[in-house]
């Protein structure tokens, strides 16, 4: 794996220009991933929470796809299901 592995969290700073800037973080390093700035601060976050999902969706979708048992089961769902809602930022 060539990324930096999750979870990735975000995490916001203080108001710059009228909006909060959302910084995108692997939880075991100290390290940015990327920081959301560019829009009001409902897109930052939003824009975030979809960047901070995206190793627990593609953790998802190598299950799905490396085990066809899976397609039939409900472990992969339950962490589709968990994925989806974090990048909706509703976890």
Known sequence: MSHTPGPWLTTESTEHWGRVNVTIQAAFTV?????AWQGNTETNRANAQLIAA?????????EVFEDNELVN???????????????????
């Open 31 to 35: 390290n940015d991933i990327a920081t």
């Open 73 to 91: 089961s409900v472990s992969w769902i339950d962490k589709a299901s968990t994925a989806i809602a974090k990048a909706r930022g509703q976890e």
């Open 54 to 62: 995206a190793p627990d969706l593609l953790e998802a979708l190598i």
